[in-house]
């Protein structure tokens, strides 16, 4: 016992000089985001580190979170059927979208007011994207400036836009967009009005937030958070109140914004968008095969299947259950996209072995952002990045390229009798997954 002690107490000594370091060291963003392994680790980091009210802003969804939850759970609801002895010492992920290439099938989600979660906010996921070698669409929400955004990346970035009412103030965001080089136009069309996110409703979130007791409280209970947002607030849509034209604070700007969505809105209007924008278009936003193709007739070069990631219409379908339909409706008239649910690399898998030619992240960042801010953003790129090249090798696949339908089936009590023939189409594939 004594001997035990006198170990201990050696082991001590010599690492007590060193700890004060290690202790420092273990705090930073580099640590905290290290320390996560899989987007599910970050998102519980950020749970603990974000004030409640900013983290069900990012985590909640629209109404009872149905759509939201089988985004993950049709993800789930798929097996891959490997092939072994296939050689994958070395497996290709890389691809294009829209003619750029892309070292990964990977994009960054257009998401509005970051600066919420932590004040690196789309800065954060334009650096991570262009050190992934991919591509960050830029929300016209978001809370940098399209210029700042520019500045600090140098990476190819996409705009993102609603179709806002005040066609003044979306001819001056696409010319500033022009002018910083965004290369496509992101259009989303699935929100013709806000949906009601119960979470938010009762936390009382709003822009710009509220100083109350309860979130003062909060603030003290998240002093990391607290601390960063006081140093650098990031907290409004800087591309309306930093307007030029408009001198709106950040309290008239919310009224604006508000009015800027406009349920009234047709397919027309998208032709309006379509003529401001000489590149590519990409319409995001879609679940239904005919939308998909009349948004092509009206000039669409891709189509990015997903539902907000459940944050709109709540009772829609799971982004992947939809996919198939949808690209079988497109064919080979324009690329299609994927967006809600992914938090795995074998979930990226799925969605290309299913015909998406990428797929967009939208919550695995932010939850690395609220992790670890700039440095878990990059953790979170980073880990989706591996595990795909990992899912693709245990598959037995070489490249993104070479996955079919048929790489993926439902899981059912039915699958250990049937194998890959028994597959018709992706339409049925993955009808027959829930
Ligand atoms: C905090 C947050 C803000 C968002 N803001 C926007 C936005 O401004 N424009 C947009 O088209 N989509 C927005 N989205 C939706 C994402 O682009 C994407 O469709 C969705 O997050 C994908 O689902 P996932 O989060 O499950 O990956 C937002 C999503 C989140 C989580």
Excluded at 107 to 127: H, K, S, T
Aim: proline share 5%.
């Amino acid at each position: 016992m004594n001997e035990l002690a006198a170990v201990l107490r050696r082991q001590l000594a010599a690492e007590l000089p060193d700890l004060r370091r290690r202790i420092r060291a273990a705090g930073t963003d580099e640590a905290r985001a290290a320390r996560c392994g899989t987007i599910g680790e970050l998102r519980d980091l950020a749970r603990h580190s974000l004030p409640r009210v900013i983290f069900d802003f990012v985590d909640g969804a629209a109404a009872d979170e149905v759509t939201a939850v089988r985004n993950r759970q049709h993800f789930r609801a798929l097996e891959l059927l490997p092939r072994v002895l296939a050689d994958v010492s070395e497996v290709d992920i890389a691809t294009s979208v829209l003619g750029q290439p892309i070292a990964a099938p990977l994009l960054a989600a257009p998401m509005g007011l970051l600066g919420l979660v932590d004040p690196a906010g789309e800065l954060a996921l334009a650096r991570a994207m262009d050190a992934a070698g991919s591509i960050c669409v830029l929300g016209a929400m978001s809370s940098y400036r399209i210029e700042e955004v520019s500045q600090a990346s140098g990476g190819p970035l996409w705009f993102q836009m609603y179709l806002w009412r005040d066609r003044g103030l979306v001819r001056e965001l696409l010319d500033r967009a022009r002018a910083c080089g965004h290369r496509a136009l992101v259009l989303t069309v699935d929100v013709p009005r806000a949906a009601g996110r119960d979470r938010d409703r009762r936390n009382g979130f709003g822009v710009p937030p509220r100083a109350t007791v309860r979130s003062l409280v909060e603030g003290a209970l998240h002093p990391r958070w607290a601390r960063r947002l006081i140093r650098e607030p990031r907290l409004q849509w800087a591309n309306v109140v930093g307007r030029d034209s408009e001198a709106l604070d950040a309290v008239s700007a919310t009224v604006y914004i508000n009015s800027q969505f406009d349920p009234s809105a047709t397919w027309e209007d998208l032709s309006w968008f379509r003529a401001q924008w000489e590149g590519p278009l990409v319409v995001k936003g879609i679940l239904h095969p005919e939308d998909a193709r009349e948004a092509i007739r009206r000039g669409a070069q891709a189509i990015s299947v997903s539902n907000h990631g459940g944050r709109q219409l709540d009772h829609a379908p799971s982004a992947i259950s939809a996919l198939p339909a949808i690209v079988d409706a497109v064919g080979q008239d324009a690329e299609v996209y994927l967006d809600g649910g992914i938090r795995r690399g074998s979930d990226v898998v799925k969605a290309i072995a299913l015909g998406a030619r990428a797929c967009l992240l939208g919550r695995s960042l932010v939850y690395g952002l609220g992790a670890a801010g700039e440095a878990g953003v990059a953790r979170a790129v980073e880990i989706i990045r591996s595990e795909l090249v990992g899912t693709l090798a245990l598959a037995g696949s070489t490249s993104i390229h070479s996955l079919r339908p048929t790489d993926v089936r439902p899981v059912s009590p039915g699958a250990g009798r049937g194998g890959p023939s028994r597959v018709q189409s992706t339409n049925q594939l993955v009808e027959n997954a829930w």
